[in-house]
């Protein structure tokens, strides 16, 4: 079992900068593919950005060059830092674990998911 837990989240003004990390239990974080997405009102689930164990990284086309995603398998910890944040990132974020380390950009890839934090990003 995996126990992931966000935080970081806020209300931020357009162009305005928030790093979300998300804490992970378990002793084997560092063979977890690891992923972020979010869920605006009314919206599926989407992708933002993942990395993979070895610490390569692939994003939406949207956040591209605006968000970074990274891990720190020391702390069972993975962040994602955004910057010059648009109205439309507004959403619940969730932090996402697939256990077999696959990862990818679909939710169903992912088998342990964290309780959300929610970015607001005022125009």
């Known amino acids: 079992q995996v126990h992931l837990v966000e935080s970081g989240g806020g209300l931020v003004q357009a162009g305005g900068s928030l790093r979300l990390s998300c804490a992970a239990s378990g002793r084997t974080f560092s063979s977890y593919a690891m992923g972020w997405f979010r869920q605006a009102p009314g919206k599926e689930r989407e992708f933002v950005a993942g990395i993979w164990s070895g610490g390569r990284t692939y994003y939406a086309d949207s956040p591209k060059g605006r968000f970074t995603i990274s891990r720190d398998n020391g702390k069972n910890t993975v962040c994602l830092q955004m910057n010059s944040l648009k109205p439309e990132d507004t959403a619940v974020y969730y932090c996402?674990?697939?256990?077999?380390?696959?990862?990818?950009?679909?939710?169903?890839?992912?088998?342990?998911w964290g309780q959300g934090t929610q970015v607001t990003v005022s125009s």
């Open positions: 996402a674990a697939d256990s077999l380390g696959e990862g990818g950009r679909a939710a169903s890839g992912y088998d342990f």
